[in-house]
């Protein structure tokens, strides 16, 4: 096996989705990096897979790439796993990425399961997406955080946790347009398995229907923002900042011209940005 730092995507909770090549690559490896040796080692052990584990979490990242740069120098091959899915994605394992790519050596993904993907490809929204990961765990910032989410045009992707779940549905409810939907993905691949897809208005009822709804591991997403009568989100970009250096008249022609869009609707939609 070459000399490379390996990112192996786990199952998110079937077992059973564990790609050929994540088993050969963790079977080959001199030492496996991952965040919970314990969790690790369970996993592991189904497989009869004995390598050498190396602790590495969101607090000795740096520490742990170090180690693992020094194992790479010495010739060996290092897998770098997370506790469920893929590795550096809302899990450690960026930090040490970026430090083993300025080393020098070469970083290989092993794609797998991921939540945030599987919830996608199961929730038949169509379009771009953004993945938000987790919002903040304070009420403050979880509600700015979501406002400044609002404008984008594309489906929004969080993950969430039970204890937390229903406050931020009631404030994505709250918060984002009416017109939009929500897809509840929740214990995804696992035996109570269950996905779906409401006005968003009414999703805080759905939760609080039964406690049951309330639990496991959940994706939220969000279908994106209907589109404004005419404007799309690149129309509206190039008129906001047309409008931060001209006044309303010539930066609705201009934006006509840019965009090829009615002028009346622009003019009435600059009207609206300018307030
Ligand atoms: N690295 C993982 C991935 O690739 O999806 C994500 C790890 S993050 C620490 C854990 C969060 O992912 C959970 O709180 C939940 O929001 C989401 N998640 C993980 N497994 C899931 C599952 N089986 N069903 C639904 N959401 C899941």
Redesign the pocket.
């Known amino acids: 096996m070459k000399t490379a730092l390996f990112i192996v995507?786990t199952p998110?909770?079937n077992l059973g989705d564990i790609t050929l090549r994540a088993l050969e690559t963790l079977r080959a490896a001199d030492t496996i990096a991952c965040e919970d040796t314990r969790h690790a080692r369970r996993l592991l052990d189904r497989h009869g897979i004995r390598a050498d584990l190396c602790a590495v979490h969101a607090h000795n990242e740096q520490a742990a790439a170090e180690r693992l740069i020094g194992l790479l120098a010495a010739g060996k091959s290092v897998a770098l796993i997370?506790?469920?899915?893929?590795?550096?994605?809302?899990?450690p394992g960026a930090r040490v990425v970026a430090a083993v790519r300025r080393a020098g050596f070469a970083v290989t993904p092993l794609p797998g399961?991921?939540?945030?993907?599987?919830?996608l490809s199961a929730a038949g929204l169509d379009g771009p997406f953004y993945f938000a990961g987790?919002l903040p765990a304070k009420v403050g910032a979880r509600r700015t955080a979501i406002d400044a989410l609002k404008g984008i045009a594309a489906t929004l992707a969080?993950?969430?946790?039970p204890h937390r779940v229903e406050a931020t549905v009631a404030d994505l409810a709250a918060r984002l347009e009416p017109a939009r939907e929500i897809v509840i993905?929740?214990?995804?691949?696992?035996l109570f398995?269950e996905i779906v897809r409401l006005p968003l208005p009414d999703a805080p009822a759905w939760l609080a229907a039964d406690e049951n709804r309330r639990r496991?591991?959940?994706?939220l997403l969000v279908s994106a923002p209907p589109p404004r009568e005419g404007i799309d989100a690149e129309a509206e970009r190039i008129l906001t900042l047309l409008l931060a250096e001209l006044p309303v008249k010539p930066a609705t022609t201009l934006a006509s011209e840019i965009t090829g869009l009615s002028k009346n609707d622009l003019y009435r939609r600059a009207l609206a940005l300018k307030g």
């Open positions: 995507a998110i909770g997370s506790d469920a899915g893929t590795p550096a994605v809302s899990d399961p991921n939540a945030a993907i599987a919830a987790f969080f993950y969430e946790a993905a929740r214990e995804l691949t696992k398995e496991g591991e959940f994706v």
